[in-house]
């Protein structure tokens, strides 16, 4: 049974950089085609892609946040990380993590419950 | 960055069949993706690459197309199925979302 669970800070301020935790089970970030991605909604809008993270270290970022994104994994703990930095008002967003795998399409076939981050002086 | 077009919203009454569509600003093979979101929920997976249905998915959920053009198909629908419906292709660098489909029953 694959689960994850994004935790991270709630709120903080521009400018500052987000950090999200996803930990998951049920799969291993060292196996063959098993990826984590990152994907935020802001409240009552659409979903936008940010990151994912392969089995083989491989990182793939959205370009519209340009070089914002760090997305990294802990193999032996089943956790992955995003990193954004220089935060707006306009990152303020639930970010969900899911698995993603070459088995089901590259589809985001897992999702978290997400973790609601304000942005707020 | 590939656009995915969807029909802002869609009434039907329960038993009925819907058809919601996608359209891609340039073709992405079979990468498309079909998701279900309920308010204050998470999506949820019902369809990957165009036509497969996802673990646990009810086969009244179905999926068609390739290229441009795809469409989710429920039939019949169910008082269950209020919900808004986004397809996501993963072919074209970056993945995109489409704005989504909010489905309300009649």
């Known amino acids: 049974q694959v689960t994850l669970k994004e935790s991270g800070p709630g709120i903080l301020q521009p400018s500052h950089t987000l950090s999200l935790t996803c930990s998951f089970s049920g799969f291993s970030l060292s196996t063959y085609g098993m990826g984590v991605s990152w994907i935020r909604q802001p409240s009552g809008k659409g979903l936008e892609w940010l990151a994912s993270i392969w089995w083989n270290g491989n990182t793939y970022n959205n370009p519209s946040l340009k070089s914002r994104l760090t997305v990294s994994k802990d193999t032996s703990n089943n956790q992955a990380f995003l990193k954004v930095t220089s935060v707006d008002t306009a990152d303020t967003a639930t970010y969900y993590c899911?698995?993603?795998?070459?088995?089901?399409?590259?589809?985001?076939?897992?999702w978290g419950q997400g973790v609601m981050v304000t942005v707020s002086s | 960055d590939t656009v995915l077009t969807q029909s802002p919203a869609l009434a039907v009454s329960p038993g009925e069949r819907v058809s919601i569509s996608c359209r891609a600003s340039?073709?992405?093979?079979?990468?498309m993706h079909w998701y279900q979101q309920k308010p204050g929920q998470q999506p949820k997976l019902l369809i990957y690459k165009a036509s497969n249905l996802a673990s646990g998915v009810p086969a009244r959920f179905s999926g068609s197309g390739s290229g441009t053009d795809f469409t989710l198909t429920i039939d019949p629908v169910e008082a269950d199925d209020t919900a808004t419906y986004f397809c996501q292709q993963s072919w074209n660098d970056p993945w995109t979302f489409g704005g989504g489909t909010k489905l309300e029953l009649k």
């Open positions: 340039e073709g992405v093979n079979s990468y």
């Open positions: 899911a698995h993603t795998g070459l088995g089901a399409g590259i589809s985001f076939d897992y």
